[in-house]
């Protein structure tokens, strides 16, 4: 199970024996423990007990765009360098 943010909302990816199923935070917690709002003041605390969804500790320089796309950039600079020439920029 994987669970990915965008656009707004969570979206949770099932593989289930190869087939990929999408559903939205508030269905998958639902789906595992019907009823949540009994129990939970919110469907995020809900989500966190069940496991749908999980802290994940980085560096905090490594949510800078810039530092995240340096390798994605360096890539792009290096295919235009070998196909058009020119010196690398320091």
């Known amino acids: 199970m994987a669970c990915f943010a965008g656009e707004g909302r969570v979206v949770v990816l099932l593989l289930l024996l190869g087939y990929i199923a999408v559903m939205n935070l508030r269905e998958e917690v639902e789906r595992l423990l019907p009823n949540w709002e009994r129990w939970y003041p919110s469907l995020f605390d809900a989500a966190c007990d069940l496991g749908v969804i999980k802290a994940e500790?980085?560096?905090?320089?490594?949510?800078l765009l810039t530092r995240r796309h340096?390798?994605?950039?360096q890539?792009?600079?290096?295919a235009h360098?070998?196909?058009w020439g020119g010196d690398a920029q320091e």
């Open 57 to 63: 500790v980085c560096d905090p320089n490594s949510l």
């Open 81 to 83: 360098r070998e196909k």
């Open 75 to 78: 890539q792009a600079e290096d």
């Open 70 to 73: 340096q390798k994605v950039r």
